[in-house]
């Protein structure tokens, strides 16, 4: 009895089930460790991209010899109260008669409209709801912390920090070094 070999290719039910088996294990270990890698990177694109706004309205201010304001917005015409809110959006505005509110005749410089509810941002506090610069390039009032709050893990939270000579910097610590708590 002769035999022959079978030109035929595939996979058998066990290697089917064994390499799935082997996939699913991998996925499981590597989902959770992506998931904290677009946090992070979610969390350092809002903090940039607000960066920029801060300078946008350092440099409005001092080429126009202007107060500008930029605010917390959710619809990209007035400030809200809210000093929790930014993540619904902000806005940057020439603020003529330096009330930090948006009045309708004043010049409307940028929006950003937020686009997901993944991040939370919030000043540090309720006295400091908006960040205002004077003519000269400082920053109005105190200085001031903008947190940018993950949702997964604490350890992505970011801190703006805006001292009053109108200076931002970012940490991953609050002013006083102590670790960024979001509520």
Not at 67 to 82: H, K, M, Y
Not at 154 to 160: C, P, Q, S, T
Request: hydrophobic share 35%.
């Amino acid at each position: 009895m002769e035999f022959r070999s079978s030109d035929t290719t595939g996979f058998t039910l066990v290697e089917l089930i064994t390499t799935l088996s082997i996939s699913s294990m991998l996925m499981t270990a590597a989902v959770p460790g992506f998931q904290s890698l677009i946090e992070r990177n979610r969390i350092a694109a809002s903090v940039n991209l607000f960066l920029s706004h801060l300078y946008q309205a350092r440099s409005e201010a001092v080429k126009r010899e202007s107060f500008v304001t930029l605010c917390p917005s959710s619809d990209g015409i007035r400030c809200i109260a809210d000093y929790t809110q930014w993540a619904k959006g902000y806005i940057v505005f020439v603020d003529e008669d330096k009330n930090k509110q948006r009045d309708i005749n004043e010049r409307l410089i940028s929006f950003y409209q937020g686009e997901d509810n993944k991040i939370k941002i919030h000043s540090s506090s309720n006295f400091r709801k908006v960040v205002s610069y004077y003519p000269t390039g400082r920053a109005w009032g105190f200085n001031t912390t903008i947190r940018f709050c993950a949702k997964i893990d604490e350890d992505h939270n970011r801190a703006l920090i805006i001292a009053s000579t109108g200076r931002p910097r970012t940490s991953n610590r609050m002013p006083d070094g102590s670790k960024i708590v979001c509520n």
